[in-house]
Nanobody, 126 residues
Framework: QVQLVESGGGLVQAGGSLRLSCAYS???????MGWFRQAPGKGREFVAVISWNGRDNDYAESVWRRFTISRDNSQKTVTLQMNSLKPEDTAVYYC????????????????????WGQGTQVTVSQ
């Protein structure tokens, strides 16, 4: 049974940074991991994904060069470093496992069988 626990959300001013972490267990050995977010009144959207071995990743264009995804398989954690935050980054951020991503560009169908965490709130003020 996959379990995902996110942490690190909070309130930050525009231009600031936050670091989200996701502790995972019960995933398959080749599980790609990712971060998604859902803003009020909007659907859940892709943010970043990382392959099972950490060698490949992809980002949404809106977070390119501001966010960095990484993973430590020995600690079973996935991290999203968020810099230069903007008010439009305000959302609930979800960690996801069992994404069918290997390399190159992410497509939404890769997350059709994903497992999801409970989410952590990120609020960016003006």
């Amino acid at each position: 049974q996959v379990q995902l626990v996110e942490s690190g959300g909070g309130l930050v001013q525009a231009g600031g940074s936050l670091r989200l972490s996701c502790a995972y267990s019960g995933t398959s050995s080749r599980s790609a991991m990712g971060w998604f977010r859902q803003a009020p009144g909007k659907g859940r959207e892709f943010v970043a994904v990382i392959s099972w071995n950490g060698r490949d990743n992809d980002y949404a264009e809106s977070v390119w060069r501001r966010f960095t995804i990484s993973r430590d398989n020995s600690q079973k954690t996935v991290t999203l470093q968020m810099n230069s935050l903007k008010p439009e980054d305000t959302a609930v951020y979800y960690c996801a496992a069992e994404i069918a991503y290997w390399r190159g560009r992410f497509s939404s169908d890769m997350a059709n069988k994903a497992a999801w965490g409970q989410g952590t709130q990120v609020t960016v003020s003006q």
